[in-house]
């Protein structure tokens, strides 16, 4: 199967991305890029760099094992699994958390040629975040369990 080099280089950028990187963005997004996951959405690369320094501001460690890809025209889809290491989430132990990301391309000034305009990350909020927290986390899974 083609692998796309703009999403391979997304993909490889993303698996490079830790709190000393988050000002190389601007390489992969747009100035005018509109980033939405299940908590948050941003407008604006400044905005962006923004987020991204205070979301990894104590990440140990995050991975991710990206899985398939398709892109038709300027839009793309891949999935992933990310695996996260924060000293407050899951007693600072790895978790994983699956989700997609669809994304859409356009033409950019130089020669790179295409950054992500918009950019928008499905997947559980809850095993992300919420299940990880002292005491809201039991609540959480015990209501999952029994939703089951």
């Not at 038709?72 to 790895?94: E, I, K, N, S, Y």
Request: net charge neutral.
């Amino acid at each position: 199967m083609h692998r796309d080099p703009t999403l391979e280089s997304f993909c490889d950028f993303f698996n490079k991305l830790d709190k000393t990187s988050t000002k190389m963005l601007p390489e992969v997004y747009t100035r005018d890029v509109v980033f939405q996951d299940p908590l948050h959405r941003i407008t604006g690369i400044e905005a962006l760099i923004g987020y991204f320094d205070r979301l990894y501001a104590n990440v140990e460690t995050c991975h991710f094992a990206f899985g398939e890809r398709q892109r038709q025209a300027d839009t793309a889809f891949v999935t992933w699994t990310m695996t996260l290491r924060h000293p407050r989430l899951a007693g600072g132990r790895d978790y994983h958390v699956e989700g997609c990301s669809q994304l859409h391309f356009a033409a950019s000034d130089g020669p790179d040629g295409e950054r992500v305009c918009r950019h928008r990350d499905y997947f559980d909020a809850g095993a992300l975040l919420y299940e990880r927290l002292p005491l809201l986390g039991s609540v959480i899974r015990q209501v999952k369990r029994r939703a089951g």
